[in-house]
């Protein structure tokens, strides 16, 4: 079974300044998706960036932009020029390419909540 | 934009009773998805549905059933409510596998559900 690791429960950044938010995963599988979803404060959780596995370029999303290490198995966000409203939860998470049913299912890390400092 | 909509925010309910939590998507999605949502734990997959009258057990399926008897609506049945099952539920849906965006889920707004 795959697990997905962020060790950060929490973490803070000044408006304007970068952060990283890290995760790790453990599966035996050569082809999958990686995501990095946000939850804002009583908000719905929307999607940020994804990856797929079999592409060596780390994907880019305007200020998000991701550092995939597939040999490490680590999924790194990074967040340049935060802003207030980047404020939230936000969850790294796996998703097998297996065509069948079960493919379609995410596995979630455990959460880094993001606060942004005026 | 895909709309995915909770019967309610907030629900409180006694021990023992049949908690009904209902989600509705108005984007055609094949699959649908029941999370909780706890601190630390981040979100468990209960259920989810990839047809209708089709499901798949999750992570967590002891305590819950689900029902989906119409494409656009995925229900979580708790039997006979606990205190172990207050948390935060989330409904999520996306295309069938294959599809282009199909790795995409779509959340619902959460229900926020004590049991006391």
């Known amino acids: 079974a795959q697990t997905v690791t962020q060790s950060q429960p929490e973490m803070s950044v000044q408006e304007a300044e970068t952060v990283t938010l890290s995760c790790t995963y453990d599966?035996?599988?050569?082809?999958?998706?990686l995501f990095w979803y946000k939850q804002p404060p009583s908000r719905q959780m929307i999607l940020v960036i994804r990856?797929?596995?079999?592409?060596?370029q780390n994907a880019t999303e305007n200020r998000f932009s991701v550092n995939f290490q597939k040999a490490a198995k680590s999924f790194s966000l990074k967040i340049s020029d935060s802003q207030l409203g980047d404020a939230a939860m936000y969850f790294c998470a796996y998703r097998s390419a297996r065509r069948e049913t079960s493919g379609s299912r995410l596995t979630f890390g455990e959460g880094t909540q993001l606060t942004v400092n005026p | 934009d895909v709309k995915v909509t909770q019967s309610s925010r907030y629900l409180v309910k006694r021990t023992g009773e049949k908690v009904f939590l209902e989600c509705v998507q108005d984007m055609d999605h094949e699959n649908m998805f029941w999370y909780r949502q706890d601190p630390g734990l981040g979100l468990r997959l209960i259920y989810f549905?990839?047809?209708?009258?089709?499901?798949e057990k999750g992570d967590i399926p002891e305590g819950y059933s689900v029902s989906r008897e119409k494409k656009e609506r995925f229900s979580l049945i708790l039997e006979s409510a606990s205190t172990n099952q207050t948390s935060m539920y989330l409904c999520?849906?996306?295309?069938?596998?294959?599809?282009?965006?199909?790795?995409?889920?779509?959340f619902g707004p959460g229900t926020r559900l004590t049991v006391l």
């Open positions: 599966t035996s599988e050569s082809d999958y998706y």
């Open positions: 549905s990839y047809d209708v009258k089709m499901k």
């Open positions: 990856q797929e596995a079999y592409k060596q």
């Open positions: 999520a849906s996306s295309l069938v596998v294959g599809l282009k965006d199909a790795d995409t889920q779509y």
